[in-house]
């Protein structure tokens, strides 16, 4: 097994110290903390983990559904390759917010585990090798290969996530006040955001709670909700969420539904 590279993490911790001296030679004090109008679970961070895991549940079952089926059809193979590209676009796009926002944020008042850049570096290696089994799939026997590899991608994230949702974000919400926050998230949420960022968070949520969601989780304008990213929305439905989806086939969608309440 390569050796694991620790280049993510060196670069976390310069950022995490530059951060520490930044608010050591303002000489300010943290603000006190204003109350948060939601719980953990309820934030845009935690929602994105919840996402993360329907994704790998609902892969998994897609690939455990095509290597057990009596034949492929033409479509198949390529859509999945392309479900997975979308999907590796967005934990990339989350691991780039939490080591070069979020973390270095936390870390001004509070003591974050060093090993999380680590998995993250672990992890991208993963995402390469799943990359490439997928790309060297081109019939049924190859599937094996790719459930064992999207495995593995699920059996170092999901124990990584969960650690992150125990020890980073309950020091979040401690040590920062939800209109502080606020203010930084709209930050690099203008900046960062992709337009696949938001309808891919909702995907496992329930179309009827994902505006009321945006828009007291998120504080985004009805306006700017009703206009613009309802047709971000349905951009995804027709893109990479159409795709998941017909890769699941109607029984497929019913168990990830069960599998999404448990």
Known sequence: MPMLDHTESAR???????????????????????????????????????AIRADLRDTLAVIARM????????????????????FDAFIREHHHLEEDRLFPLVATRAELPLRLADDH???ERLL???EAALGACTEQAGLPYVEAAVRAVSDHMLPHLREEEADVMPALHAKFGHGE????????????????SLPHLYRPMPAADRRPHALHVFGIPAPVYDYLLARNM?????????DIQRLLGEHGQEEAAMGRCM
Request: proline residues 8%; glycine residues 6%.
């Open 12 to 50: 976390t911790l310069a950022k995490r110290a530059a951060h520490k001296k930044q608010a050591i030679k303002a000489g300010s004090q943290p603000p006190k903390p204003t109350p948060w109008p939601y719980e953990v679970e309820q934030s845009g961070w935690f929602k994105s983990h919840e």
């Open 121 to 123: 570096a672990e992890l």
């Open 234 to 242: 349905a951009r995804f439905d027709k893109g990479p969420g159409a």
């Open 181 to 196: 926050f606020s203010k930084f998230e709209g930050k690099f949420a203008a900046a960062d955001f992709q337009w696949f």
């Open 128 to 130: 390469v090798v799943a």
């Open 67 to 86: 290597r057990t089926a009596k034949a492929l059809e033409d479509w198949e193979v390529p859509t999945l390759r392309r479900w997975w590209a979308h």
